[in-house]
């Protein structure tokens, strides 16, 4: 059998031409390209054809084939293209539109930029660093060796995987931002003055006031010749921004490894002004952050000449910045996506 190519092209052209939705669309690729379609027919007369037919049914068919191909594909976007644009005519544009849910920033985000923002205004630069950390960072580089009493209240997660470097360091998820601050002083020369913010875990029995994770922001500035009183001025005026002009401090001893002499700031109850009340828990002062002049063991781990430059720390909790400005009475509330939370 002869297959006459010219008048099947010429039908397939016309059939194709004169659709006018998808679905008759489909129906013609069935005809001609399905299972049991046009084409199919064709290359199965190959089998009786003579050896003389069989190059011509062959190339016949293939370039039929081809031709269906590229008329359907135009054809169908066609189809398309003029079908949304019909939608489009259609659209009643005075019709009330469906407003989206807007998101908002979370109060810990505010907290973070409020407080990143008042140290740079003062000088001081925002960096970061990993939240998988190694031992030495985490640890030892800051005065606290394994046999340090208070190893167990920052003792973190360790992860089961050694560190690539040096297989005999451990990884663990910092249990403070202060390893950036070994890793800063390691890669730059003092002057410099950073504030860190970031994720910290620890692993704490959750409560209204522990979490196993939270944020910290900490600050460091090295130099020569930096005092405590620098560090109490420095401290002074971003909780007079944070707080208000009229907030009284007071710094009281305590200790940390990494800082020699180390404090715990108060500020005065913004509530009641110093009088007491429940935020205050009567006691007319509220605990914010910890802080102290770097210790000099500190300055020998990352290889500071020794007694060349002096400097301050100081770190404190985002969520206890925030439950203390807003009087949010529960830590859970950060963690646990409650949006009658967040909306508020």
């Known amino acids: 059998m002869i297959w006459d190519f010219d008048k099947l092209i010429q039908e397939a052209d016309k059939e194709i ?20 379609g046009l084409v199919a027919d064709v290359y199965a007369s190959l089998s009786t054809a003579s050896v003389q037919e069989k190059p011509l049914i062959g190339k016949g068919a293939n370039d039929f084939r081809a031709r269906v191909i590229q008329w359907l594909e135009k054809k169908k976007g066609l189809l398309e293209h003029a079908s949304s644009a019909e939608s489009a005519q259609v659209f009643d544009v005075t019709l009330p539109g469906i407003a989206p849910a807007l998101g908002r920033e979370h109060i810990l985000s505010r907290i973070i930029e409020e407080i990143c923002t008042t140290f740079e205004h003062l000088g001081f630069v925002v960096q970061d660093g990993p939240e998988i950390e190694t031992e030495f960072n985490n640890f030892t580089a800051l005065n606290i060796p394994a046999d340090h009493p208070s190893r167990d209240s920052f003792d973190t997660f360790y992860l089961e995987t050694p560190d690539p470097d040096n297989k005999n360091r451990n990884l ?45 922001i900490e600050g460091l500035l090295v130099d020569e010749d930096i005092k405590f009183s620098d560090l109490k001025g420095l401290l002074t005026a971003f909780c007079r921004r944070l707080f208000g002009e009229k907030t009284r401090m007071r710094f009281r001893p305590h200790y940390f490894p990494f800082t020699e002499p180390s404090a715990e700031v108060d500020v005065s109850c913004y509530i009641c002004d110093g009088q007491g009340c429940s935020v205050c828990g009567r006691k007319g002062w509220l605990e914010i952050m910890g802080c102290g002049m770097v210790n000099p063991k500190v300055f020998e781990a990352v290889k500071y000449p020794k007694g060349k430059y002096t400097g301050l720390a100081f770190g404190m909790g985002v969520e206890r910045m925030a439950m203390l400005k807003y009087g949010i009475n529960d830590i859970r509330l ?4 409650d949006v009658r939370f967040l909306k508020q």
């Open 172 to 216: 663990l998820l910092r249990s403070q931002t202060s390893p950036v601050q070994i890793r800063l002083m390691q890669q730059f020369k003092p002057p410099f003055a950073v504030v860190i913010p970031g994720k910290v875990y620890r692993p704490d029995a959750v409560d209204a006031s522990h979490s196993f994770v939270f944020h910290q």
């Open 334 to 337: 950060f963690l646990e996506n």
């Open 17 to 36: 031409a004169g659709c006018s939705d998808l679905a008759a669309l489909e129906a013609l690729r069935i005809k001609f390209l399905g299972r049991k």
